[in-house]
């Protein structure tokens, strides 16, 4: 059963329509990357799985139980973001809000599940830091601890290895590909990495305007696509 079914998915602003024609879906653990150039359509997708969007046509629905709310996103990082004057355990612990309901507290289940996804990314000992003090890579770890703390089915994620260091994104890369593989948690990232798309992701959609590939990353790989894309490079 799909996770995520999009069909005839068209997007605009002020009456003109900046994306048109996406038809994609995905199951329980897929991995996609969603690659275009810059202006493409790819934030305005991702606004729009976000709810922040609505189509102009089209549809988008979740299956499996997913409810809009139980996504977990990590946005790329403005420098006000990343000066943000809160310890890692708040920040992690954040992501847990959409699950309070009316509590106006963290319980200990929450608590729980922060400390569980602060371990998992390698930063328990960072707990008490102050977030605006840790280097660009602890940083993205600590967001994607608080996105996980959001779900347990999917994973948005936008470019989240901008301005790290090649240690730190391979790093991050790893880590994201570890999440989707152990935690069968179904990731769609964006990312201008066509390299590290076909690397490690399951499936590519290709955007400029209007979907222009969508399939498994072996055919994209093969498709006059992707050697445009990459100027003749090889993959």
């Given at each position: 059963?799909?996770?995520?079914?999009?069909?005839?998915?068209?997007f605009?602003?002020?009456?003109?329509?900046?994306?048109?024609g996406?038809?994609?879906?995905?199951n329980?653990g897929?991995?996609?990357?969603?690659?275009g150039?810059?202006g493409?359509?790819?934030s305005?997708?991702?606004r729009?799985?976000?709810?922040?969007?609505?189509?102009?046509?089209?549809?988008i629905?979740?299956?499996?139980?997913?409810?809009?709310?139980?996504?977990?996103?990590?946005?790329?990082?403005?420098?006000?973001?990343?000066?943000?004057?809160?310890s890692?355990?708040?920040?992690v612990l954040?992501?847990c809000?959409?699950?309070?309901g009316?509590?106006?507290?963290?319980?200990?289940?929450d608590?729980?599940?922060?400390?569980?996804?602060?371990?998992?990314?390698?930063?328990?000992?960072?707990a008490?830091?102050s977030?605006?003090?840790?280097s660009?890579?602890?940083?993205?770890?600590?967001?994607?601890?608080?996105?996980?703390?959001?779900?347990?089915?999917?994973?948005?994620?936008?470019?989240p290895?901008?301005?790290?260091d090649?240690?730190?994104?391979?790093?991050?890369?790893?880590?994201?590909?570890?999440v989707?593989?152990?935690?069968?948690?179904?990731?769609?990232?964006?990312?201008?990495?066509?390299?590290?798309?076909?690397?490690y992701a399951?499936?590519?959609?290709?955007?400029?305007?209007?979907?222009?590939?969508?399939?498994?990353?072996g055919?994209?790989?093969?498709?006059?696509?992707?050697r445009?894309?990459?100027g003749?490079?090889?993959?």
């Open positions: 059963m799909a996770i995520l079914q999009c069909e005839n998915l068209s605009g602003y002020d009456g003109e329509t900046v994306l048109e996406v038809n994609f879906s995905l329980a897929d991995y996609l990357c969603v690659v150039e810059n493409s359509g790819k305005t997708l991702i729009g799985l976000l709810g922040l969007k609505a189509p102009e046509k089209g549809s629905r979740f299956g499996d139980g997913l409810q809009s709310t139980e996504i977990g996103y990590l946005p790329q990082q403005t420098q006000i973001q990343r000066d943000f004057p809160a890692v355990r708040e920040v954040s992501g809000l959409n699950s309070l009316r509590r106006l507290h963290y319980n200990a289940d608590r729980a599940r922060a400390a569980m996804n602060m371990e998992r990314m390698g930063i328990e000992d960072l008490d830091k977030y605006q003090g840790l660009g890579g602890q940083q993205q770890r600590v967001l994607l601890a608080r996105a996980l703390c959001a779900t347990k089915k999917l994973l948005l994620l936008d470019e290895v901008t301005g790290l090649p240690i730190a994104t391979g790093e991050m890369y790893n880590l994201i590909k570890l989707n593989l152990c935690d069968d948690i179904t990731v769609i990232m964006v990312s201008h990495d066509i390299h590290a798309a076909v690397r399951t499936h590519i959609l290709h955007l400029g305007h209007e979907q222009l590939f969508f399939g498994t990353s055919a994209y790989k093969e498709s006059s696509l992707a445009r894309f990459l003749g490079g090889r993959l």
